[in-house]
């Protein structure tokens, strides 16, 4: 016995000693391990990266779970009436316009053009917006289109396009549906401030409107919060000496008044009048911007581009300007 265990004693030593030697030798071997270290290595970056990337969304989440959309009341919302017509600087127009209303919440873009068809151009436009919006059409009859030599006073434009907006209201809203109209032409200046400006109004505001009429500004006269008359270059005493841009209607009101519209043979200076006369009476106009002393719309008017060069060049066709 006492044999036996000694060789096998001697057989454990020996096996031991030859792995320790073993064991040893490959330590000292350089190991080519250096790719399998940099994969390591990224791998552990990646998740890194990933686990930031998990903490900001948390962060984002949590923070918009203060005001989430279930506690933040519901913003009115404003209808914006745009009529408008091809011509060379209708694109840029549109352009710039859009690229003001996105800014403003809770807005629906009621755009109307004076075509036979929806145009391309302004379907693409439309599209491309990033707005809600409805695309209308309606052509102004021959009889009331203004000529290219008439002055821009004697046929209000329009007036069909706006009419037709109305329309649409009345077939795709409810009286008790909240909102605001507002009709915005694609040649003006708006502030951001005048959205939230007509946002409460309760049956028409009105506010001060730049450039316009042959003045710097035409306004709204306010004594003690209400209205009592009109600052304009031209007869003042009009029911409602005020600029299309420089009114809103609520839309309650403008539905449960089927025959509130647009004339289109409204004398000169008296198609805003021709709508408001059928809503409100003077005294109950709100007087919005400061009891109307703050200006954050603008008449501009876009030069009516020269294109002497134009027909030297020859047609460039597949360009849209
Ligand atoms: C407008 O005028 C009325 C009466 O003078 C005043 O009570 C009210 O605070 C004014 N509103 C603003 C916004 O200045």
Redesign the pocket.
């Known amino acids: 016995m006492r044999v036996r265990l000694k060789n096998v004693f001697v057989v454990y030593f020996l096996v031991s000693v030859t792995g320790l030697l073993y064991a040893l030798m490959q330590l000292g071997q350089p190991c080519d391990c250096s790719a399998q270290l940099r994969a390591g290595a990224e791998l552990g970056r990646a998740r890194d990266q990933r686990l930031a990337q998990l903490q900001d969304e948390l962060r984002r989440l949590q923070a918009r779970g203060g005001r989430g959309p279930a506690t933040e009341a519901p913003v009115t919302p404003i209808y914006v009436v745009t009529p408008t017509y091809t011509r060379l600087v209708q694109k840029a127009e549109l352009v710039r316009l859009s690229q003001t209303l996105l800014h403003v919440k809770g807005l629906h873009w009621i755009v109307v053009e004076d075509a036979p068809a929806r145009t391309p151009l302004v379907s693409t436009l439309l599209a491309q917006s990033g707005l809600s919006f409805t695309h209308l059409h309606v052509e102004t009859p021959p009889e009331l289109q203004r000529q290219e030599s008439d002055p821009t006073w004697l046929r209000p434009r329009g007036v069909e396009q706006r009419n037709r907006a109305l329309q649409w209201l009345r077939e795709n809203r409810q009286p008790s549906d909240p909102g605001v109209v507002y009709f915005a032409d694609d040649d003006n200046t708006y502030s951001l401030r005048l959205f939230e400006e007509m946002r409460s109004t309760r049956r028409v505001a009105v506010w001060p409107v730049g450039l316009v009429g042959g003045v710097r500004v035409e306004r709204p006269l306010?004594?003690?919060?209400r209205v009592v008359g009109f600052r304009a270059g031209w007869r003042p005493t009009r029911p409602f000496a005020l600029d299309m841009a420089g009114f809103a209607v609520a839309l309650p009101l403008l539905l449960a008044t089927p025959r509130a519209r647009f004339d289109p043979r409204a004398e000169r200076g008296f198609l805003e009048s021709s709508l408001l006369s059928a809503l409100v009476s003077l005294d109950q106009l709100e007087?919005k911007a400061?009891?109307c002393?703050k200006v954050l719309v603008w008449h501009t008017r876009t030069e009516k581009p020269k294109m002497k060069q134009e027909e030297l060049l020859g047609p460039e066709p597949n360009i849209e300007v």
């Open positions: 306010v004594e003690g919060g007087p400061d009891n002393t």
